[in-house]
């Protein structure tokens, strides 16, 4: 069984911000280094071509001091609408490296509310791993998705 048969992590939040500006929060690199991450993480470096084939790159440093990289492809961009990132990461000391296929959608409930969904598959990875990773994908995205409505107002 591969490790995108298990399943993925799905958390979805309303910011009450138009969807545009919402968008422009995940596809600037100043914005997204504003809220990226979970609580503790600093952005130290944010590098973003939101296009097909664009890259993305984020440097943190972790609440523990460790120092963290992501790495990612864009592979679908639809403004204001969708973003769809494959990305890699050479672990961490908790986890094996590993490769993730991250789905956001951006759902207009009215002129000044955004529905964020975000949808995290596992690809690669050890699979042994997977259970307790999934698990910091999700509480990591909620703290995350916190990060971004301190960062709207």
């Known amino acids: 069984m591969t490790a995108s048969e298990q399943g993925a992590v799905k958390v979805?939040?309303?910011f009450n911000f138009p969807r545009k500006?919402?968008?422009m929060m995940w596809t600037d690199p100043r914005k997204l280094a504003e809220w990226w991450g979970p609580a503790g993480c600093v952005t130290l470096l944010s590098e973003v071509d939101p296009r097909p084939g664009g890259t993305m790159r984020v440097d943190q440093r972790n609440?523990?001091?460790?120092?963290?990289s992501s790495i990612g492809t864009f592979e679908k961009v639809?403004?204001?609408e969708l973003l769809v990132i494959r990305s890699?990461?050479?672990?961490?000391?908790?986890f094996?490296?590993?490769e993730t296929v991250f789905t956001v959608t951006f759902e207009e409930l009215g002129p000044r509310k955004t529905l964020v969904?975000?949808?995290?598959e596992l690809v690669a990875g050890p699979l042994e791993e997977r259970s307790s990773l999934m698990s910091a994908f999700r509480e990591g995205w909620g703290q995350s998705l916190d990060k971004l409505q301190q960062a709207l107002h």
């Open 78 to 80: 639809t403004s204001p």
């Open 96 to 98: 094996s490296p590993w």
């Open 21 to 23: 500006a919402v968008f």
């Open 88 to 94: 890699t990461s050479p672990g961490t000391a908790d």
């Open 12 to 14: 979805a939040r309303v």
């Open 117 to 120: 969904t975000a949808i995290t």
């Open 63 to 68: 609440a523990d001091g460790s120092l963290y």
